[in-house]
């Protein structure tokens, strides 16, 4: 689906690396956070960045909505074992979007067992979100290629442990975009509706044409897990949010000057304190055996008498180097001091000015001739050449804080009831 699903996959690995960054107990009871859309059909995005940024769990306050039954027991805690790193994180997010397939439940025969699962339900009802419900399968549904990965390597115990950890982040991200997506349909008038259902008809006519043909399209998605409905519905959802959040939060979501400073000074020693700097070129000469020393160290002088009398240092790179940057020139970028592994080579390197040809360096394996391409002295940048840069950082920030605290005002006076014991 990276093609066709660029949004989706960005948006849902982001969201698994927060959810998988602190320990279980800190995410508390089961609550809903709003991931972004549940889809990547070709829209333009109606808000800035183009995506929803996902809210971590651990952000949201444990709401006690009304006629509302939420378990309160913590989430299943996920052993060392199966802990997964941020990368297998992103491998999930490249999974099949949600779709009717059906499989086996989370907690069937172990592996190696003569595969018959036991007598629980395939597909159950595991929340219901007003007059909606989410099931068993739409949550496990796009964790079948992991689930039977995970399966290989870990203990009957620890692959259960992690399908739940996954299933109840899913459920929060489901929650969260049904409830939002369910305000944002009620509020849909007759006219956006037919403007919507246009600018769908036109994105699946452009994406039909880059494939070359609707069957061709409809055979790319089926390959891939979906179709061309499936993708017009979470190209309306996607919409449907963006439009929502857009009317709802956007307009709440103010940056001050006194902001934008704030956030200079807590990054400014991390981020924008550069040190000293040189662009270092370098050619490097080998020893090698006793026999061959002193042809190379005739070579290495040539080599530096040329490079010192103004020769093109890269050519002469390139041609008798024997360093790894030899072919762009023996050009290494900028080094701060230190950065080279050779002292002699960092301090005389340090020691030149932009443009200057070092002294012939030898070490018992190799001669080094250097050259400072350019220096950069030490500095603080300042607030202004990062002003925008920290603007857009703070009012995404406060965005995430914005959604968070719609999303749970929706939660609060809706009903939403959790059924764990089905998964």
Not at 57 to 82: D, F, H, Q
Not at 117 to 145: C, K, W
Not at 269 to 291: F, H, M, T, W
Not at 364 to 383: E, G, M, N, S
Request: aromatic share 4%; with cysteine.
């Amino acid at each position: 689906m990276k093609q066709v699903l660029p949004g989706l996959v960005a948006v849902l690995a982001a969201a698994i690396v927060a959810g998988c960054g602190g320990s279980d107990s800190a995410r508390g009871p089961l609550t809903p956070v709003l991931t972004g859309p549940p889809g990547g059909y070709p829209l333009e995005s109606e808000l800035p960045g183009g995506q929803i940024v996902p809210v971590s769990p651990a952000a949201m306050p444990v709401a006690k909505p009304r006629r509302t039954s939420l378990p309160e027991a913590e989430p299943a805690p996920v052993p060392s074992v199966g802990k997964p790193s941020p990368a297998l994180a992103a491998e999930l997010a490249l999974s099949s979007p949600p779709g009717a397939a059906t499989g086996r439940p989370v907690a069937d025969s172990p592996a190696g067992s003569a595969g018959v699962a036991s007598p629980r339900l395939v597909n159950a009802v595991l929340a219901e979100v007003n007059s909606e419900v989410i099931t068993r399968e739409d949550i496990l549904g796009p964790l079948r290629p992991q689930m039977a990965e995970w399966r290989k390597t870990l203990s009957a115990e620890a692959f259960d442990d992690r399908c739940r950890y996954f299933a109840d982040l899913r459920l929060r991200q489901a929650i969260s975009e049904r409830l939002v997506l369910q305000e944002a349909k009620a509020s849909l008038t007759q006219p956006e509706k037919e403007e919507l259902e246009a600018r769908l008809d036109q994105s699946e006519k452009d994406m039909a044409s880059e494939a070359g043909s609707r069957h061709a399209l409809e055979a790319k998605l089926k390959s891939q897990g979906s179709s061309i409905a499936q993708e017009r519905d979470r190209g309306r959802d996607r919409f449907l949010i963006q439009r929502l959040l857009r009317q709802k939060v956007a307009p709440d979501v103010q940056v001050t000057h006194s902001d934008l400073l704030n956030r200079y000074n807590q990054v400014r020693a991390e981020r924008y304190e550069q040190p000293e700097r040189v662009r270092l070129a370098l050619i490097l000469i080998q020893k090698g055996d006793s026999a061959g020393e002193d042809q190379a160290r005739a070579l290495a002088r040539a080599v530096h008498q040329r490079a010192a009398s103004g020769e093109d240092f890269a050519k002469l790179a390139s041609t008798y180097s024997h360093d790894p940057m030899a072919a762009k020139g023996g050009d290494w970028g900028f080094v701060t001091r230190g950065a080279f592994r050779v002292k002699e080579v960092d301090d005389a390197l340090f020691a030149l000015k932009g443009g200057e040809v070092g002294p012939l360096i030898e070490t018992p394996q190799v001669f080094y001739i250097i050259k400072a391409l350019q220096r950069q002295d030490a500095r603080t940048v300042p607030f202004t050449e990062v002003q925008a840069k920290l603007e857009d950082e703070v009012r995404q920030a406060k965005f995430n804080e914005a959604v968070s605290r719609y999303i749970q005002q929706l939660y609060e006076r809706a009903y939403v009831r959790v059924m764990m014991e089905n998964l």
